[in-house]
Protein backbone atom coordinates (compact mmCIF):
# COMPACT_ATOMS: atom_id res chain seq x y z
CA UNK A 1 0.00 0.00 0.00
CA UNK A 2 1.17 3.19 -0.58
CA UNK A 3 0.37 6.82 1.83
CA UNK A 4 1.20 9.78 -0.17
CA UNK A 5 1.50 11.88 3.28
CA UNK A 6 1.10 16.42 2.63
CA UNK A 7 2.75 18.01 4.97
CA UNK A 8 1.89 21.99 4.81
CA UNK A 9 4.78 24.03 6.86
CA UNK A 10 3.99 27.24 9.12
CA UNK A 11 4.55 30.48 7.40
CA UNK A 12 7.71 31.35 5.85
CA UNK A 13 9.06 28.26 6.91
CA UNK A 14 11.18 26.12 4.09
CA UNK A 15 10.50 22.39 5.56
CA UNK A 16 12.19 20.43 2.93
CA UNK A 17 15.31 22.16 3.07
CA UNK A 18 15.05 21.67 6.85
CA UNK A 19 14.38 18.18 6.29
CA UNK A 20 17.14 17.23 4.04
CA UNK A 21 19.14 19.14 6.03
CA UNK A 22 18.31 17.23 9.38
CA UNK A 23 19.02 13.79 7.03
CA UNK A 24 22.95 15.28 6.24
CA UNK A 25 23.29 16.25 9.37
CA UNK A 26 22.13 12.93 11.51
CA UNK A 27 23.72 10.89 8.77
CA UNK A 28 27.22 12.69 9.23
CA UNK A 29 26.89 11.58 13.39
CA UNK A 30 25.88 8.11 12.34
CA UNK A 31 22.57 8.55 14.29
CA UNK A 32 20.11 8.69 11.52
CA UNK A 33 17.88 5.87 10.86
CA UNK A 34 16.87 7.19 7.27
CA UNK A 35 19.33 7.86 4.53
CA UNK A 36 19.32 8.59 0.72
CA UNK A 37 18.64 6.22 -1.62
CA UNK A 38 18.22 7.69 -4.57
CA UNK A 39 20.38 10.64 -7.22
CA UNK A 40 20.29 13.91 -6.10
CA UNK A 41 18.24 15.73 -7.75
CA UNK A 42 15.91 19.43 -7.53
CA UNK A 43 13.48 19.63 -5.04
CA UNK A 44 13.06 15.66 -4.55
CA UNK A 45 14.82 13.11 -2.07
CA UNK A 46 14.55 8.94 -2.06
CA UNK A 47 14.95 7.81 1.23
CA UNK A 48 15.09 4.23 2.94
CA UNK A 49 14.93 3.49 6.44
CA UNK A 50 17.99 1.04 8.00
CA UNK A 51 15.36 -1.18 9.95
CA UNK A 52 12.18 -1.34 7.56
CA UNK A 53 11.64 -2.38 4.18
CA UNK A 54 10.26 0.56 1.94
CA UNK A 55 10.62 3.51 0.88
CA UNK A 56 10.10 7.75 1.19
CA UNK A 57 10.03 9.62 -1.95
CA UNK A 58 10.16 13.56 -0.66
CA UNK A 59 9.37 16.69 -3.20
CA UNK A 60 9.06 19.98 -2.44
CA UNK A 61 6.35 21.94 -4.42
CA UNK A 62 6.07 25.66 -5.40
CA UNK A 63 3.96 26.51 -2.42
CA UNK A 64 6.55 25.52 -0.05
CA UNK A 65 3.99 21.70 1.08
CA UNK A 66 6.15 19.27 1.05
CA UNK A 67 4.56 15.70 -0.40
CA UNK A 68 6.16 12.37 1.08
CA UNK A 69 5.04 9.18 -1.06
CA UNK A 70 5.05 6.02 1.50
CA UNK A 71 5.95 2.68 0.03
CA UNK A 72 6.12 -0.11 2.68
CA UNK A 73 7.87 -3.54 1.72
CA UNK A 74 6.47 -5.65 4.43
CA UNK A 75 5.06 -8.76 4.21
CA UNK A 76 1.61 -8.27 2.28
CA UNK A 77 2.54 -4.59 1.04
CA UNK A 78 0.35 -3.65 4.27
CA UNK A 79 3.62 -2.90 6.81
CA UNK A 80 2.96 0.65 8.49
CA UNK A 81 6.55 0.51 10.33
CA UNK A 82 8.45 2.79 7.77
CA UNK A 83 4.97 5.15 7.31
CA UNK A 84 4.77 5.46 11.25
CA UNK A 85 8.44 5.69 11.44
CA UNK A 86 8.63 9.13 8.91
CA UNK A 87 5.72 10.46 10.65
CA UNK A 88 7.34 10.50 14.00
CA UNK A 89 10.75 11.87 12.53
CA UNK A 90 8.61 15.02 11.39
CA UNK A 91 7.02 15.37 14.41
CA UNK A 92 10.25 14.87 16.75
CA UNK A 93 12.20 17.30 14.65
CA UNK A 94 9.56 19.51 13.08
CA UNK A 95 6.50 19.52 14.88
CA UNK A 96 6.69 23.23 15.95
CA UNK A 97 7.33 23.93 12.22
CA UNK A 98 4.23 21.84 10.43
CA UNK A 99 0.58 23.44 10.57
CA UNK A 100 -0.73 20.35 9.12
CA UNK A 101 -0.03 17.09 7.94
CA UNK A 102 -2.90 15.11 5.39
CA UNK A 103 -2.77 11.53 4.83
CA UNK A 104 -4.19 9.46 1.48
CA UNK A 105 -4.25 6.00 1.27
CA UNK A 106 -3.52 4.31 -2.47
CA UNK A 107 -4.20 0.57 -3.10
Known amino acids: MIKLL ?4 RKGVNL ?3 IVRKEIELAQKNRGTFY ?4 KEKDR ?3 AHL ?3 GWVKIRRSESGV ?3 EIRSKGPG ?3 SQIFEAFVGWIDRHFGDKVHCM ?3 YWQ
Open 66 to 68: VTA
Open 102 to 104: NVQ
Open 36 to 39: RAGP
Open 16 to 18: YGL
Open 6 to 9: QIVP
Open 51 to 53: KYR
Open 77 to 79: GNN
Open 45 to 47: AKW
